[in-house]
């Protein structure tokens, strides 16, 4: 086992502030969706010991995930097992395709406006978080905005919350009349988007992952099981804290040296280099209702481009960091 590597990871755990509920939907969405979705509790505590939390702290976490309608559980004889609820699954595969998937895709130069003005109260409020979830802003009192949407994702959104005819969408696009249209654009986003809060987010998930990056690249570094997965469930965590917060902005909209694509990359090769070690651990701690895990579905396969057992690749693009 790495002292070195170890060092580190036990420096994030000690030194940055870890939310028990966070952490375990970090788990399963990272480790469990794709594996039936259930697991007992008793594995939950295992697992969570490896991040300084205990017994009581773990059913508390998971108490509160219930609670909220997160999480489901059954008891079979005197074992607690959890799973993941149907109302929570579409949440699960929104933030997995944001996370492992998502490609930072070019901009059309549109705006879509969504006029909210015929709305209730409540029912604004609730569609306004929605729209924030799909990275829209708030930029006036009843006008909502996104360059270059995932229509396909907003028109469900609108016909599942039933508010396809109760809003008016319309689609502008940028003029350029004047020689500072540039910067006031510029201003627009930095009031309405977290700009230098993202920055500064993704500045530190570098800073904090980065020597991780350049340990794994070393050829003769061997990383146990144990230590893969508290890398890559810390890896996970952090990187999902940020990207559930960022609108993912068209680049051309953002500084040149924008740090999100530096934290993507880093992030997908640290995985590629742990995922396989990782997965051991998890194996053989987890058991679900039925006994142990399943095999993972071919989503998971899918994460970041593709996962494989030949990492060659990966040791290279870590040289970069």
Sequence with gaps: MS???????????QNETLSGTSLISTIFGDSVLHRGGNISLASLIQLLELFDFNDRAVRTSVFRLVKNDWLDSDKIGRTSF??????????????EQRIYNDQMKEWDHSWDLILMSSLDTDNKAFLKKELEWLGFANISTNLMAYPGSNRLQLQKLLVDLNMSEQVVVFKAETLQLFNNSTDTISRMLET????????????????????????????????????????????????????????????????ADWPAVKARTLSMNIYKKVFEAADDYFLSVAATSEGPMPNATAHFWRRFGGLSQNNERVSDALLQY
């Design 192 to 255: 309405n988007w977290p700009i230098d809060e993202l920055r500064q987010r993704y500045l530190q998930f570098l800073d904090m992952f980065r020597e991780i990056g350049a340990i794994l690249m070393q050829e003769d570094e061997r990383i146990e099981p144990v230590q893969a997965f508290q890398i890559r469930t810390l890896l996970i965590h952090y990187y999902r804290r940020i990207l559930l917060k960022d609108p993912a902005l068209p680049l051309e909209l953002l500084s």
């Design 82 to 95: 959890y799973r993941i609820t149907d109302a929570s699954r579409s949440k699960y595969l929104q933030a």
């Design 3 to 13: 002292a070195k590597l170890q060092q580190i990871i036990d420096s994030i755990i």
